[in-house]
Every structure is written in structure tokens, then in C-alpha cells.
């Protein structure tokens, strides 16, 4: 299923173990109110990550802890955008993002995405003055594409240029399976335009409700200033935990064991797909993350092939609801951070039956 994670593989006896003792020997400054950025020893753990992972240009001073990416993306757009102002996203693109732009009243630009990512040119035919452009650069979603260097430069140059904003959807680079990590967009960025965001839902699990911002260093009073007006400052415990978690190195080691899980689960899935379906079956964005595409041949419906499906209890996400402008590509994105290995061939059997009812 779509966006769910490995759970079976969690270190939950490491993970109880810290809760339970930041519970029991709790810091009677850690219950009063606290910094709207989050907690300074968190701060540091991330920004130490950000810059050797993910090739983030950052200080602790820059990164915010919030509750996700979608409330790193609603503070971003309640400080750099206004009613009206045109924003590019990519089309087809994650909906959820596009809902709170849609809510701080901006006018969505979908904007295509081809083999190298986000078409930047198309973005400057439609509209070269938006005043930002939200990018999944590292894997798209959801086509699973990655952002070439010329499109990312392109894109840095287009910011620069106009004065505009890029929002750096950063949700799952950790998992890569073909090629070697790519850093992430902000790292090449000069000029202080770009906004990064990450979470800790596809790390560890979404219910935590953990994710951070890397805001550039003259923006931060601006998007202190909204956070404390929305909820004040971030809930302690967690972020305590996590931040031993990160530094005794139960984090590092838990996303190398991930990588080998969902590296072996989409092996399976691919071949699977191929078996089934033969190889002029066309598989999309395969090389990372923990969902692929298959775009459905012929003309087949996905959302009634994903109703079908789920009667029979199995689930197959729609691609075509991803896009907002009219004839959209019928296919079906298939998440396999929680499917286990053996069970794969067997839904993919399932799948392949659903399709023939047609
Ligand atoms: C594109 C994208 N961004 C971000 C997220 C994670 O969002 P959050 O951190 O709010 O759980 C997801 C999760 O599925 C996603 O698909």
C-alpha cells in the first residue's frame, strides 16, 4: 500500500526503551514553554545529518522541527506566499502539498514532469513569474523520476532570477537502489531561494509526526514568528527520544537495514511485474523510494481497476487523480514498504487478475 513503511523491522525495544527513560527522569525545564524552532540538542543531530546525507548547506540555527512535512509546508506558504500568488507543481504531483497551497489561496500551475523531472521550461511558458515551485527533485511523486543536474541548475536559476521560492519536498531520498544517494537541490543552491523539508514518516513511521525545515538563515524570524501564532513550539518528549536514537546511531543502522528490505522487495516486485505481465509491461520509477508506476495499457480505467481491486482486498492507488489537467495517464502506483518479499508474486497474480476482467 501507498506511503506505508516497514514496520516489522523497527527496533521498538531501543525505540520503548528511550521513551521510557526520557518519561521517568524528565527535566522540569523540558515541561515549560520552549524555543518555536524546537529543541537546540534535535537541531544539531539533524543539521549533522542533513550535511553529510543529504548534502544540505545548513546550521542548527536554520532547521525548525514541525509536525511533518504537511505543517512545514503550510507555515512555508503562510510565510513566503499571499492569496493569488502563482505557484508551479508538478503535474502529476502529491495532492496533499497542493491542498495547502491550495488553502493560502494560491493559483496551482501543473507544470509537466518528463524523464528529467519538472519541465522548467514549460514552467517559464505557462508562467515565469510564479513566486514559487514545489519540487519532489530527489524521487517524484509520484512517477519516482529523478531531477537531472541541467533541470536542477535550471530551476536555481529561475529562483535566482525572479526572485522566486523553490520548496524542496525531500520525503524518501534515503532509499536508493541502483545508483549511489543524490544530494539533495538545496545543497546546490547560492542564493538562499530554496526551502528544504523533511520527514521522519518514510524513515521511521508516519504516526510520529515528526518532520524539519532548512530555512534559509534571513528567512527564520519570519517563519519563527508564524509558527509560534500556529502552535507555539513543538511537544518535547519525541523529539528527545529521537535525538538519541539519531546519535547513538539506532537511526543510521535502521535506515541501512530498511534500505536492504525494500531494495529486496522491489527486486521481487519488478520481476513479478515481468513475469506476469511480460516486459512491454511499462514500469516507472523503480530506482528508488517504496512505490513504482505501471502504466496500464490499452484503455484501461485505473480508478475502477482500483475499486475493483479493493473489493478483492488488495490495494492499487490511481495514478490519474494525481493530475490536475484533463487526460491524464491511466496507471497504478504500487507501494512495497509493507509488503513482505514472498507475499509480493502473489499480489501481482491478483493484480494481474483484476486487469484481465476488463
Ligand atoms: C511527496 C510526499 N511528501 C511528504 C510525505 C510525508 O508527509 P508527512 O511528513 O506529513 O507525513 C509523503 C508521504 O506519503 C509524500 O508522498
Known amino acids: 500500500m501507498v506511503g506505508q513503511v516497514a514496520l516489522e523491522n523497527f527496533p521498538f525495544a531501543v525505540w520503548s526503551k528511550l521513551v521510557m527513560r526520557h518519561s521517568r527522569r524528565v527535566r522540569i525545564s523540558s515541561l515549560h514553554f520552549s524555543d518555536p524552532m524546537g529543541s537546540a540538542d534535535f537541531r544539531e543531530s539533524i543539521a549533522a545529518y542533513l550535511r553529510t546525507a543529504r548534502a544540505v548547506n545548513c546550521e542548527a540555527s536554520q532547521i525548525m522541527i514541525v509536525s511533518g512535512s504537511q505543517q512545514a509546508l503550510e507555515i512555508s506558504a503562510r510565510v513566503l506566499l499571499d492569496p493569488g500568488n502563482a505557484v508551479w507543481v508538478e503535474e502529476p504531483g502529491y495532492r496533499l502539498a497542493q491542498q495547502v497551497l491550495k488553502m493560502a489561496g494560491c493559483q496551482l500551475i501543473p507544470v509537466s514532469v518528463d524523464n528529467e523531472g519538472l519541465d522548467v521550461a514549460d514552467g517559464m511558458k505557462q508562467c515565469p513569474k510564479a513566486r514559487a515551485a514545489y ?4 524521487h517524484q511523486f509520484p512517477l519516482g523520476v529523478t531531477m537531472s543536474a541541467s533541470r536542477r541548475l535550471q ?10 521560492w523553490i520548496i524542496e519536498d525531500d520525503y524518501d531520498s ?9 544530494a539533495s537541490l538545496q545543497g546546490l543552491d547560492r542564493n538562499s531561494r530554496v526551502i528544504y523539508i523533511g520527514t521522519f514518516s518514510k524513515t ?21 514568528a508564524v509558527r509560534h501564532a500556529m502552535d507555539v513550539y513543538p511537544a518535547h518528549l519525541h523529539q528527545a527520544v529521537l535525538t538519541d536514537f539519531i546519535n547513538q546511531g539506532h537511526f543510521s543502522r535502521h535506515i541501512r537495514r530498511t534500505r536492504q528490505i525494500y531494495s529486496e522487495r522491489r527486486n521481487v516486485l519488478v520481476e ?7 516486459s512491454g509491461f511499462q514500469v516507472l520509477g523503480a530506482d528508488a523510494g517504496m512505490h513504482l508506476v505501471t502504466v496500464l495499457p490499452g484503455r484501461l480505467q485505473d480508478r475502477e481497476i482500483s475499486e475493483r481491486a479493493a473489493q478483492d482486498n488488495l490495494w492499487l492507488w490511481p495514478l490519474s487523480p494525481c493530475y490536475l489537467t484533463k487526460n491524464p495517464r491511466q496507471g497504478l502506483i504500487l507501494g512495497f514498504g509493507s509488503t513482505a518479499a514472498h507475499e509480493i508474486p502473489n499480489r501481482v497474480r491478483q493484480m494481474r487478475k483484476v486487469l484481465a476482467l476488463k
Open 174 to 182: 534515503e532509499y536508493r537502489y541502483a545508483n549511489m544517494p543524490i
Open 204 to 224: 521511521l513511521f508516519p504516526s510520529l509526526r515528526i518532520g524539519f525545515l532548512a530555512i534559509p538563515a534571513d528567512l527564520v524570524d519570519r517563519f519563527v
Open 135 to 138: 519540487v519532489t527533485p530527489s
Open 155 to 164: 530551476l536555481l536559476d529561475w529562483a535566482q532570477r525572479t526572485g522566486s
Open 272 to 278: 513479478a511485474i515481468a513475469n506476469e505481465f511480460g
